[in-house]
């Protein structure tokens, strides 16, 4: 298992899932800072690109494992997405942004199931567990493509209390297949 806080470089078929950095607050407000793909985030919406500074910055100081979405085809950083440790031994959540102009072509699903393989084989992922708010069925339908269903009713709350969502948390428990050995 891999012991520093740092993540990888991965790839998948169109995107490129790198660390961020504090040259990415531009790129990082042109979604963090809309209206449309802040609706149901935890965090409040960006005023500023330096609005992202505190976040970056401490983001590989524990065992959450963030990445930016880069577009292969043209370098552009246009999300990002990570994984984070619940309470839960083995348990782990997931979290996405992506900016509104690629919504709806597949990017989250894909770069989540790369992060997810990846995790599986190196940081002993389990269970992958995930909340929406109830009325975001495009994050619905991400978890149902990583394979995650239905387990309980929850709720959360933006991170300056501005607002409390009821809420859905999916939950998937990742098994071996016994043919390839690969997460299924």
Known sequence: ????????VLESERLVLRPLTLDDLPALFKWAGDERVNRYMLYPLYKSKEDGREWISSLYKDDKKDFGFVLKATG?????????????????????????????????????????????ESLG??????SFAVGNDASRRVMEKLGMTFYKDSEFTKLDGSETFKAKTYRRVLTTGSETGRCI
């Not at 246009?78 to 072509?105: A, K, M």
């Not at 992922?125 to 995930?130: A, D, F, I, T």
């Open 1 to 8: 298992m891999e012991e520093n806080h740092i993540v990888p």
């Open 76 to 120: 552009e950083l246009i999300g990002s997405g990570g994984i984070y440790p619940t309470d839960e031994p083995g348990v782990w959540s997931i979290g996405y942004n992506l900016r509104r102009d690629h919504w709806g072509q597949g990017l989250v699903p894909e770069a989540m199931q790369r992060i997810v393989s990846w995790a599986r």
């Open 125 to 130: 992922l389990k269970v992958l567990e995930g």
